[in-house]
């Protein structure tokens, strides 16, 4: 069974720093591309970021700030979140990426997600 | 951008009801989209992928139809369980969601 477990969320100033951890289990690491989506309190999702041997793409709102990498030793999954702002408070969640091939490449939707973890901005 | 709008945004139903929601593209995405189920205080969950295949594990009630820019989302017949708030998402051209669909007790 997959299980992503996130962690690293709480409270931090704005301009401050966080990393968000992503523990997987049950399945092939590595093999998988991954993903962050985070849902801010009440609103809707937003993709942020992916992970794939592809490439590392980022929404225009968190580009140039945040990092996504992953240690495939440690079958884990991180966001470096820097220069933090009060918008950036969400509920991030990590997912797993499954693609299907297209002619214009392969398409990559998200099959298993974590429970997530809340990360507040505020002084 | 590909911009993703659902309609209602909010549907009242009962128990037994048939249920249509509406997602449109600002461009063509093929078939190139996803349902999600999520349900207060969880992560969301797949319904279904490439506008029509059920996700192992989920109900057949659920279907999906579309291509291009116009998709729908159908519940045969609305159970106790599937009291949630829906999103579409498209993959064409990375990612975007709709803005959800909160399907309420009438």
């Known amino acids: 069974e997959v299980q992503l477990l996130e962690s690293g969320g709480g409270l931090v100033q704005p301009g401050g720093s966080l990393r968000l951890s992503c523990a997987a289990s049950g399945f092939t690491f590595s093999s998988y591309a991954m993903t962050w989506v985070r849902q801010a309190p009440g609103k809707g999702l937003e993709w942020i970021s992916a992970?794939?041997?592809?490439?590392?793409p980022y929404a225009d709102s968190v580009k140039g700030r945040f990092t996504i990498s992953r240690d495939n030793s440690k079958n884990t999954l991180y966001l470096q979140m820097n220069s933090l702002r009060g918008e950036d408070t969400a509920i991030y969640y990590c997912a797993t990426a499954t693609f299907e091939r297209s002619e214009a490449g392969r398409k990559f939707y998200f099959d298993s997600w974590g429970q997530g973890t809340l990360v507040t901005v505020s002084s | 951008d590909i911009q993703m709008t659902q309609s209602p945004s909010t549907l009242s139903a009962s128990v037994g009801d048939r249920v249509t929601i509406t997602c449109r593209a600002s461009q063509s995405i093929s078939s190139w989209l996803a349902w999600y189920q999520q349900k207060p205080g969880k992560a969301p969950k797949l319904l279904i992928y490439?506008?029509?295949t059920l996700e192992s594990g989920v109900p057949l009630r659920f279907s999906g139809s579309g291509s291009g820019t116009e998709f729908t989302l159908t519940i045969s017949s609305l159970q106790p369980d599937d009291f949630a708030t829906y999103y579409c998402?498209?993959?064409?051209?990375?990612?975007?969601f709709g803005q959800g669909t909160k399907v309420e007790i009438k």
């Open positions: 998402q498209q993959y064409n051209n990375y990612w975007t």
């Open positions: 490439k506008a029509s």
């Open positions: 992970m794939s041997d592809s490439g590392t």
